[in-house]
């Protein structure tokens, strides 16, 4: 199981950012995908995940009307577009996959990428 993520970099507070996280080495579509965030001295935590076909998503409230995931079965790929990014959006993104779609919840998650920085400034 390979997962990587892409799309990472530096933007300015009400930029736009599109994640990408490319999953190869197992059964893609079988799988849910969550994207979590970790900023310096805080918890991983949980930003939206999506099934396995794509019909069921959910969002972290602070990221709600802001952030929209997709993902792409044809291409093992999932997005995550942010847009009106804020300086509290500033972490390392990680991609991470599961068989269920439950709790978008980092303990739920076996696989993982290796994450991309988002750096949001003010």
């Known amino acids: 199981v390979q997962l990587v993520e892409s799309g990472g970099g530096l933007v300015q507070a009400g930029g736009s950012l599109r994640l990408s996280c490319a999953a190869s080495?197992?059964?893609?579509?079988?799988?849910?995908i969550g994207w979590f965030r970790q900023a310096p001295g805080k918890e991983r935590e949980g930003v939206s995940c999506?099934?396995?076909?794509?019909?069921?998503?959910n969002y972290a409230d602070s990221v709600k009307g802001r952030f929209t995931v997709s993902r792409d079965n044809a291409k093992n790929t999932v997005y995550l577009q942010m847009d009106s990014l804020k300086p509290e959006d500033t972490a390392v993104y990680y991609c991470?996959?599961?068989?269920?779609?439950?709790?978008?919840?980092?303990?739920?998650?076996?696989?993982w990428g290796q994450g991309t920085q988002v750096t949001v400034s003010s």
């Open positions: 991470a996959a599961r068989v269920l779609f439950r709790r978008c919840v980092p303990l739920e998650y076996g696989y």
């Open positions: 080495g197992f059964t893609f579509d079988d799988y849910a």
């Open positions: 999506i099934s396995s076909s794509g019909g069921s998503t």
